[in-house]
C-alpha cells in the first residue's frame, strides 16, 4: 500500500532533523518577567526557496514530482516554499490564486479544502493566508496536504475568496475575516461568524491585539 | 402558491442574521437557540413551512473562547491544559496531534512504550467520546433507555482514564514528548476486562436502539449526503465514511505506532441519517480490537517520555499534523519563530468542517427530523467555535 | 416480519435488563478507591507516577520556595501564590511557600512536574467545597495536612452486569 | 470547613416562625371551619337510633369508637363517597400515584439504575408527595401576552374531563358511580375534550413552539380516535350493549373477549398508547424538537394538575381495557365467607365484592404495566409516520376485527344462544 511506503520516508526524515535543536543554546531557569520581544526575522523569507535557517533533508520523490508538475504548469507564479514528506508549501500572489486552485481541484485530484487560515506578519506589514488542500478520492494522495498560501498587505488585505472552487471554505474565510481582517472578494456572505454581534474592536488574532491584563 | 423549491431558494437570497417574519409567506421563524434541548451551546435559525424546514442559518460562536489566540501568550507545554477545553471528553485526541505537531517542529523523537500508551489512552478516550455521543442521540430521538445505557457504561473508560491518568475527564495527560506518567500496576488486566464486558454491551445497544424498527424508519433515508457532495462539502470523520469513502487519518496517515495495528476501516455507503449514526457504533467495536492489539504490542518497560528543559524551544518553522478524532480529522497548524511561545496555532477541528452540511441536509426535511440529522454530524458546537 | 421480531428482540433485550445489578454510585454512601494516594512525579526520572490528581500537599521540609510551581501555574490557571510563612528552614532564607486558590486551579498536576524538590504531591481529596470564594483558598498549613479519604467501593464486572461493589 | 454565613440572626429566625404560626391560624379559623361545617349540614346523615344526628352529636361521636362505626356504614353507600372516594376520584388518584411511583422504578431498574431512592427510608416511595409538595409551592409563570382565562381554565378542565371518564367505569358488580346505559358512547364523547384542552391551552401560551405541539396534539388523538372507537365497537357487537356493566357480565357468561378479538385488543392498546401521549407517540410534548411541545408554558400547579390528569387517563385507559377485553372484575372468589366473623351480607363487605375488586386492580395494574413497556424499548416516531399508521394501518385491522366479530355472532358461537355462552 503506498501509504506504507511513505510511512518508511517520513520515518528516514525525521532522525535526520532531530540533530537540529542540540544546539539551541539551553534556556535560563528563570525567564524575564517582560514578554519576549519577537525573535528577529520571522518564518518565511520571502528570498531563497529552501529556509537557510536548517539544510533542508533531499524532498522526497514523489511530492518533488508533484511540486515540479506546479511549477512547469505556472512558472513563476508559484513559489513552493518547502516540500516535506507528506507536505508541501506552495505560495501565489493574490491574483493567480483561483487558477492555481482549480488546477489543484480538476488535475492533480485535490479535490476538497481542510480549512482556511490567517498568519499575521506585523513586520513586513503582511497577513498570510493559507488553504490546507486535501484529496478524498486519489489513492496515492490520501495522506498528502498541499497548504496553498498568499500573502496580502496588512492595511487592505484583500484576497479572492476560493468559494467556487471549494464550497467547504465558506464558513473557514469567514472566520478568517473576522479575526484577521482579511476581505474575500466573491464571497456571497462576508458577515461576522462566531464573534458577538457588537465585537467593536479590530480583528482579535492580529498582533497588535492585546488580551487584557496580561 | 409557491413551490417548496421556491421558497427555498426565495429564502437563500434572506442574508439577515435576525430574521423578521413576513406575514403572507407563511413561513414561521424558529430559533433553535442557545438554550433549546436540541441543540446544545449553539443556535441556528430555521424556518418553516407547515412541517417542512425550508431554510436554516447556523450561527455558532456561544461558547467562543479564543483558544487560538491563548496558544500565542502561553509555552508550549502550558498550552495543553487549556487546548483541552474545546473537547474535554476527547481530551487525549485534541492534544494528539498538537503534541504532534510541536515533536515534528523541535525534533522530538517520543520512546517506543510512551507512543503505545499514548495511543491506548486516545482509543479510550475515542470510546468515552463516542458513548456520550451516542447517549445524546439516543435521547434527541425519544429513547430514554438509549440515553442511559451508554452513558452508564462510558463510566467503564472514565474509570480506566482516571486510574492512567489521574483525572476523570480533563486528562492533561499528551504532552509534547510523551506521556505524563506510566501506567499503574494491574491496568491492562483491568482494560481488557472491560474491554470484554463492554462488547457484551454493545450487543445489547445493537438490539434495542439499531435493529428497533422506529428508529430505522426515523433515520434511513433521512437527509442523504451524496458521496460527491461529502467531497465537494469537505466533510470529516463518521460523516463522510457514512457517505461512502474509507477515510480515517489512522490509516491513510498513521501516526506514532498506529501503522503497527492492522484494523479495517468501518464505512457505509447510504450516506443517510443512520450510516451516519451506524459508523460510529462499527467504530467502537472496531476500536475495542485496535486497544487489545495496543495492549499486546506494548513493551513491557522502557521511557515513557522525553524530558524538555522547562521552556522548550525549537529552530523557527512551520508544522502541520492531523489526528482522528471522535469527529474526524483534527489537525494543528503551528507556526513557532524560535521562542518558547508558539508565533500561530490553527486548530482546524472536524466538527467545524461537518457545520457546512447542516443547512446542506436539513432544508427540505421535516421539523421533526432536524434532531436526528443535526446531532447525526458528530457536531461538538463547544469544539467548532474554539 | 422484520419489524415484529425487532419489537420482539427490543422487548426481549429491554427486560432482560429487569434482572441486572445497577450501575450507579451512590456517592455519600459509597465512595470510589484510588490507586495509590495521589499523583507524584519524580524529578531525577522526569515521569510522573500515576494517581489520583486531587488536593495538593505541600511538604514543607522540602520547599526552598524556588517558585517554579507559580510560574508553572502562571500560565494555566494563576491558582498559586508566595506567601510568608512564620518558619525559618536552612533551605528556605525567603520562607515563602505556594498557596493554592482552588477557586481557579484546574488540577492538571503541571505544578507538580515542575517541583524539582519533591515537595508538591497531589491526593485523593476531592471534597474541597466551601460556603465562600475565601475559604477555597488553602495556605500552606493547610496544605502540609494530609487529608484522609477512604474509598471503599470500585468497579466490578459480575455476570449480572457491571455494578460499584 | 464549612463556615455560617454570618448574616444569621436568631431574631429573624423567630419572626419567621410567628409569621408562618399568625397565617395558620387565620386560615383555619376563616376557611377550614366554615368549610366543615357547611360539609356536616348538607351531607344526609342518618338518624342514630331514635333521634335525628345533628353535627354536633356527630363531632361528639368522634371521640367514642363505638358510634363510628354505623356511622361510616351508612356514608360508604351515599353517593358523596361513591363519587369522591371509592370508584371514583380517590381510588382513581391512589392508582395514578402508585403508576408515576412504579413507572420511574421500573424505568430505572430497565435502565440499570436507582430511581427516587432517598425520599423515605426504603426505596424512595416518599418521592411521590415530595414532588406534590414541590409542585404546590412552585410559583406559577404565566406568559406575558397569554390568554389568561383559557390560560387557567384549560389544565383545571383537563384534570375534571379525566376524572369524569374514570367515574364511568364499574370496579365491582354495583359498584360504578353512574351506570348508565350508554356506558361506552359516553367515555369516547368524554375522551373527546382531550384534543380541544391540549389546543386551547397551547394556543392560549402564544408561543411558537407550544402552538406547535397543539396541533401535532390534535393531529395525533384525531387520526387515533376512529380505530380506537372501531376497536370498542367490535366488543360491543359481541356484548350487545353499550353499558359497561353489561359488557363486563357478558364476559362473565362466556370467556373473556381478548381470547375473541386479538386483534382488536392490539388496536385498541396502540391507539390509547397515541391517546395518551405516551413514548412511540410522544410526539405532542416532544422535548427534543419542540422544546416541550404544549406544555412548554406549565410550571408549578399547572404541571402538576396535568401530570395528574395525564396519569388519571392512564387509569382510565387501563381499566377500560380490562372492561372490555379482561372481563372486568371475573375472576375466581379468594376471599372466605366471613371476612368480619360475625358478620355477612352487608353490601361492601361481601366476599364476592372484594374478589372482584381485587381482580379488578391486579388487571388495570398488569395493564398499566403494559402502557409503561413502550417507554423503555422504543424512540419517538415522526409525524407522518404516526397519521401513516393511524389512519391506513390501524383503521384496516379494526375493520378486519369487525368482520371477525360478525362472523362470531352470525356463526352462532357468541351472542344470545351461542355455543360458548354458559
Not at chain 1, 535543536?21 to 524575564?32: G, L, Q, R, S, T
Not at chain 2, 500565542?72 to 473537547?87: D, G, M, W
Not at chain 3, 521540609?61 to 524556588?66: H, W
Amino acid at each position: 500500500m503506498s501509504s506504507d511506503k511513505e510511512e518508511q520516508k517520513m520515518k528516514a526524515a525525521k532522525p535526520t532533523k532531530a540533530a537540529g535543536p542540540e544546539k539551541a543554546a539551553p534556556e535560563v531557569a528563570k525567564p524575564a518577567e517582560t514578554k519576549p520581544v519577537p525573535a528577529p526575522k520571522p518564518a518565511a523569507p520571502p528570498a531563497t526557496a529552501a529556509p537557510p535557517a536548517k539544510q533542508e533533508p533531499e524532498p522526497p520523490a514523489f511530492e518533488k514530482g508533484l511540486a515540479q508538475e506546479l511549477v512547469a504548469k505556472f512558472g513563476d507564479a508559484v513559489k513552493i516554499l518547502y516540500i516535506r514528506p507528506i507536505r508541501i508549501k506552495v505560495e501565489t500572489g493574490p491574483s493567480s490564486i483561483v487558477e492555481v486552485a482549480t488546477y489543484l481541484r480538476d488535475s492533480m485530484g485535490f479535490d476538497h479544502a481542510e480549512s482556511a487560515s490567517g498568519t499575521d506578519y506585523p513586520k513586513e506589514n503582511q497577513i498570510e493566508v493559507n488553504y490546507h488542500l486535501g484529496s478524498y478520492t486519489r489513492d496515492d494522495l490520501l495522506a498528502n496536504i498541499i497548504v496553498l498560501t498568499t500573502k496580502a498587505n496588512r492595511d487592505d488585505p484583500r484576497v479572492p475568496s476560493l468559494i467556487r472552487v471549494y464550497p467547504s471554505v465558506e464558513y473557514h474565510e469567514r472566520e478568517t475575516y473576522e479575526m484577521l481582517g482579511v476581505y474575500f472578494e466573491g464571497h456571497p456572505r462576508m458577515e461576522r461568524f462566531l464573534l458577538p454581534e457588537d465585537w467593536a474592536d479590530i480583528p482579535p488574532l492580529r498582533k497588535d491585539f492585546r488580551i487584557k491584563g496580561r | 402558491m409557491a413551490t417548496l423549491e421556491e421558497k427555498i431558494e426565495e429564502t437563500r437570497k434572506l442574508g439577515l442574521q435576525v430574521v423578521k417574519e413576513i406575514e403572507e409567506d407563511r413561513l414561521m421563524t424558529l430559533s433553535v437557540g442557545p438554550q433549546h434541548p436540541g441543540s446544545g451551546h449553539f443556535r441556528f435559525t430555521i424556518k418553516v413551512d407547515g412541517d417542512y424546514i425550508v431554510y436554516c442559518d447556523p450561527d455558532p460562536g456561544y461558547v467562543h473562547r479564543g483558544e487560538e489566540k491563548m496558544c500565542e501568550y502561553r509555552n508550549v507545554i502550558q498550552n495543553i491544559p487549556h487546548l483541552e477545553r474545546p473537547v474535554i471528553h476527547d481530551s487525549n485526541n485534541i492534544t494528539y496531534s498538537y503534541s504532534l505537531a510541536v515533536e515534528d517542529l523541535m525534533g522530538i523523537q517520543v520512546p517506543r512504550r510512551g507512543q503505545f500508551i499514548r495511543a491506548i489512552a486516545s482509543e479510550l478516550n475515542r470510546q468515552v467520546y463516542t458513548l456520550y455521543w451516542l447517549a445524546i442521540y439516543g435521547i434527541f430521538l425519544g429513547h430514554s433507555t438509549m440515553f442511559m445505557w451508554p452513558a452508564g457504561d462510558r463510566e467503564l473508560f472514565i474509570d480506566l482514564l482516571e486510574r492512567l491518568t489521574g483525572a476523570r475527564v480533563t486528562h492533561a495527560y499528551n504532552i509534547p514528548g510523551g506521556v505524563r506518567n506510566d501506567m499503574p500496576e494491574g491496568f491492562k488486566q483491568r482494560c481488557l476486562d472491560h474491554i470484554r464486558y463492554f462488547e457484551k454491551r454493545l450487543k445489547e445497544y445493537e438490539d434495542i436502539f439499531y435493529n428497533m424498527p422506529l428508529f430505522r424508519q426515523r433515520t434511513e433515508g433521512v437527509a442523504v449526503l451524496s458521496k460527491e457532495d461529502a467531497v465537494k462539502l469537505g466533510v470529516t470523520g463518521s460523516v463522510l465514511r457514512a457517505s461512502g469513502i474509507p477515510y480515517d487519518i489512522r490509516k491513510v496517515e498513521p501516526y506514532d505506532v498506529y501503522n503497527e495495528v492492522d484494523f479495517k476501516v468501518q464505512y457505509m455507503k447510504t450516506g443517510d441519517s443512520f450510516a451516519r449514526s451506524y459508523v460510529p457504533f462499527l467504530d467502537m467495536k472496531e476500536s475495542c480490537n485496535i486497544m487489545r492489539q495496543l495492549l499486546d504490542k506494548m513493551p513491557e518497560s522502557g521511557e515513557v517520555r522525553t524530558k524538555l528543559q522547562p521552556n522548550p524551544k525549537g529552530p523557527p518553522g512551520e508544522a502541520y499534523r492531523r489526528v482522528e478524532s471522535g469527529r474526524g480529522a483534527l489537525g494543528y497548524h503551528i507556526v513557532s519563530d524560535g521562542t518558547p511561545r508558539p508565533y500561530r496555532v490553527k486548530i482546524s477541528v472536524g466538527s467545524f468542517r461537518n457545520l457546512l452540511a447542516l443547512p446542506y441536509l436539513l432544508v427540505g426535511n421535516k421539523l421533526a427530523d432536524m434532531p436526528a440529522v443535526y446531532w447525526s454530524l458528530n457536531y461538538w458546537p463547544v469544539e467548532a467555535d474554539r | 416480519m422484520s419489524t415484529a421480531s425487532g419489537f420482539i428482540k427490543a422487548i426481549e433485550s429491554g427486560s432482560k435488563h429487569l434482572v441486572m445489578r445497577r450501575f450507579t454510585l451512590r456517592y455519600p454512601e459509597q465512595k470510589l478507591r484510588f490507586v495509590g494516594d495521589g499523583y507524584q512525579f519524580d524529578p531525577k526520572k522526569g515521569v510522573g507516577i500515576a494517581g489520583y490528581r486531587g488536593r495538593h500537599i505541600l511538604i514543607h521540609d522540602k520547599c526552598t520556595g524556588c517558585q517554579l510551581c507559580a510560574i508553572a501555574c502562571e500560565g494555566i490557571a494563576e491558582a498559586i501564590g508566595m506567601v510568608k510563612v512564620d518558619e525559618n528552614w536552612k533551605h528556605n532564607k525567603k520562607a515563602i511557600m505556594p498557596q493554592i486558590d482552588y477557586g481557579k486551579c484546574v488540577f492538571c498536576g503541571l505544578c507538580v512536574d515542575a517541583c524539582p524538590f519533591y515537595a508538591l504531591f497531589m491526593t485523593n481529596d476531592y471534597e474541597l467545597s466551601s460556603f465562600t470564594k475565601e475559604h477555597l483558598i488553602y495556605t500552606p498549613q493547610q496544605l502540609e495536612v494530609k487529608p484522609k479519604y477512604d474509598g471503599n467501593v470500585e468497579i466490578i464486572i459480575t455476570d449480572r452486569g457491571a455494578t460499584h461493589g | 470547613m464549612a463556615s455560617y454565613i454570618e448574616s444569621f440572626r436568631f431574631g429573624e429566625f423567630v419572626g419567621s416562625v410567628l409569621w408562618l404560626v399568625f397565617w395558620i391560624l387565620i386560615i383555619i379559623s376563616l376557611v377550614g371551619l366554615p368549610l366543615i361545617f357547611i360539609v356536616l349540614f348538607y351531607v344526609p346523615l342518618p338518624p342514630l337510633g331514635d333521634e335525628p344526628l345533628t353535627p354536633y352529636l356527630f363531632l361528639t361521636m368522634v371521640v367514642d369508637p363505638t358510634r363510628t362505626v354505623p356511622i361510616a356504614k351508612y356514608l360508604i353507600h351515599t353517593d358523596l363517597f361513591r363519587v369522591a372516594a371509592f370508584p371514583g376520584f380517590t381510588y382513581a388518584a391512589l392508582f395514578a400515584a402508585v403508576t408515576i411511583f412504579v413507572e420511574r422504578k421500573f424505568l430505572a431498574k430497565m435502565q440499570l439504575r436507582y430511581g427516587p431512592l432517598y425520599v423515605g427510608k426504603i426505596e424512595g416511595w416518599l418521592q411521590l408527595a415530595a414532588d406534590g409538595l414541590k409542585l404546590i409551592s412552585k410559583e406559577i409563570i404565566i406568559p406575558a401576552a397569554a390568554d389568561k382565562p383559557i390560560f387557567w381554565a384549560a389544565p383545571i378542565a383537563f384534570v375534571s374531563v379525566a376524572a369524569a371518564a374514570a367515574a364511568l367505569i364499574p370496579v365491582a358488580p354495583g359498584w360504578v358511580v353512574a351506570d348508565i346505559d350508554v356506558g361506552l358512547v359516553a367515555v369516547f364523547a368524554i375522551f373527546g375534550f382531550f384534543p380541544l384542552i391540549a389546543l386551547l391551552f397551547s394556543w392560549a401560551s402564544n408561543s411558537k413552539y407550544p402552538f406547535i405541539g397543539g396541533l401535532r396534539a390534535l393531529h395525533q388523538i384525531i387520526a387515533f380516535e376512529i380505530p380506537f372507537i372501531i376497536s370498542a365497537l367490535s366488543v360491543v357487537i359481541l356484548a350487545g350493549t353499550l353499558n359497561l356493566t353489561g359488557i363486563v357480565e357478558s364476559q362473565i357468561a362466556s370467556y373473556w373477549f381478548v381470547f375473541f378479538l386479538p386483534i382488536s385488543a392490539f388496536v385498541f392498546y396502540l391507539s390509547s398508547l397515541a391517546e395518551l401521549e405516551r413514548i412511540p407517540f410522544d410526539l405532542p410534548e416532544a422535548e427534543s424538537e419542540i422544546v416541550a411541545g404544549w406544555i412548554t408554558e406549565t410550571s408549578g400547579m399547572i404541571y402538576g394538575l396535568i401530570q395528574l390528569g395525564t396519569y388519571l387517563k392512564l387509569y382510565v385507559l387501563a381499566a377500560l381495557f380490562v372492561v372490555l377485553f379482561l372481563g372486568g372484575w371475573s375472576g375466581p372468589i379468594i376471599f372466605p365467607e366471613e371476612i368480619i366473623p360475625g358478620y355477612t351480607g352487608e353490601k361492601i363487605y361481601n366476599h364476592v365484592t372484594l374478589s372482584a375488586i381485587f381482580w379488578f386492580s391486579v388487571k388495570t395494574f398488569g395493564v398499566i404495566m403494559l402502557f409503561l413497556l413502550p417507554r423503555g424499548i422504543s424512540p419517538r416516531i415522526r409525524i407522518d409516520i404516526l397519521l401513516h399508521t393511524g389512519w391506513y394501518k390501524l383503521i384496516v385491522l379494526s375493520f378486519i376485527n369487525m368482520f371477525v366479530a360478525l362472523a362470531l355472532i352470525y356463526g352462532g358461537i357468541l351472542g344470545p344462544e351461542g355455543l360458548l355462552v354458559r
